[in-house]
């Protein structure tokens, strides 16, 4: 508009600086809600392992069907190594 002769300079300048603070201001909301987002699925993943931890703790056995639920795969590296994977985030597990 600006290079068509339809707004000035001035009106250029102070439609850019509504820009960049409207801008801004979403910017910050984006990462409010991340933040929130982040905060939610940690809280929902916790809550899912102590449901799943609660029904373990319960059982005498161990059956097929808690083993399955717990461990996603097992895998073995040509050099004899074991790794497990599981269903849910290993604390003991070494970070790559």
Known sequence: MYADDIISRDELVEYRKQIDEEISSLDSTRRDLQEKLEEWESEDYTIDLGKMLNKVTI??????????????????????????????????????
């Open 59 to 96: 059982l005498n056995d161990l059956t097929h069907q808690v083993l399955h639920s717990l461990v996603n795969k097992v895998t073995c590296s040509i050099d004899g190594k074991l790794r497990i994977h599981y269903n849910f985030v290993n604390p003991f597990d070494e970070q790559e």
